[in-house]
């Protein structure tokens, strides 16, 4: 049974830091692209990272870039999103997902196929 499963999230304070992890687990996701989603109350989830399994290219929204990194550790088969000089409009559920196959640098959502339980980042003024 194919799993990503999310860790990490929590309450800081803006200007903070959190380190997300996603563990996969039930296939092998080398030919995947893996990428970070969020979503807020009353909103759409909308893409914030993505990265080859196998590594390579990473890519982010403009409102990211500079202070997310995403990255992957083969060894460990985890995928995180370092986020750093967080503010209170990266407050919602941020969730994992991953492609079948590799393409190119996928943003929506319709191109994930699995996808995480999510785990709540809120940043407060």
Known sequence: Q???VESGGG???AGGSLRLSCAASGRTFRSSNLGWFRQAPGKEREFVAGIRWSGGSTY???SVKGRFTIS???AQNTVYLQMNSL???DTAVYYCAATRGTLRNPISTDEYYY???GT???VSS
């Open 2 to 4: 194919v799993k990503l």
């Open 11 to 13: 309450l800081v304070q």
């Open 60 to 62: 982010y929204v403009d």
């Open 72 to 74: 992957v550790d083969n």
């Open 87 to 89: 503010k209170p409009e």
């Open 115 to 117: 996808w995480g339980q």
């Open 120 to 122: 709540q980042v809120t």
